[in-house]
Every structure is written in C-alpha cells, then in structure tokens.
C-alpha cells in the first residue's frame, strides 16, 4: 500500500502495527482466544494499488487457519469497480435473498 495512503489514514504507519487499526493483529489476536470468527469475504481489482495489501492479509489470515473467500477481478480502487464486486458479496452472504443467488 502506497505509504501516502497509510499516511493519509493512519497517520504514521509505524504506529500502526499491533493497534486496534492493525486487522492481521486483531484476527491473531481473536484466534488466539479462541473466538469464532465469522466467514470472511475479500474481493480486489488485480490493478488496485491495496492489492499487495489484501493479499498479505489472505496469507496472514490462512496462516491462522482462517480462509476468507477471496476473489480477484480485473479493475482499480474505483466506484466503478465497488458497484459491480459490491453485489458478489451481497449473493456470498448466507442469509441473502433469494432473487441475489441468481
């Protein structure tokens, strides 16, 4: 991930590792304490700057033992991108309605 966008939301990054903001911290943390963990979904454009980002969570998250449903598509950090993945996690979702599993 670009080190201007963690600047931009964390502030300093260095301070960001261990910390509630700190997501591969937080699913150690919770593994280690036995919480059961909902299902994870993950989607990402193969051309989108936080895809390193997404696929080190992935790796750090299978080596906890957890394996988020996790798919990639062509496209960047855009809203174009985000409406159409959006609804690929809306028919993922267990409960979604029926009329989405089509």
Known sequence: MPQNYRRAVFRDPAALRGTRDDLTA?????????VKLP????????EDFILPANESFYRAAKAQGVTPTY??????????????HSKDVLRWLPDAPAGLHN
């Not at 062509?74 to 985000?82: L, S, T």
């Open 26 to 34: 937080l699913l150690a943390q919770q593994v280690a304490a036995g």
């Open 39 to 46: 299902n994870l979904y993950m989607t990402c454009g193969t």
């Open 71 to 84: 798919e990639t598509f062509a496209g960047v950090h855009n809203w174009d991108f985000w409406d159409t």
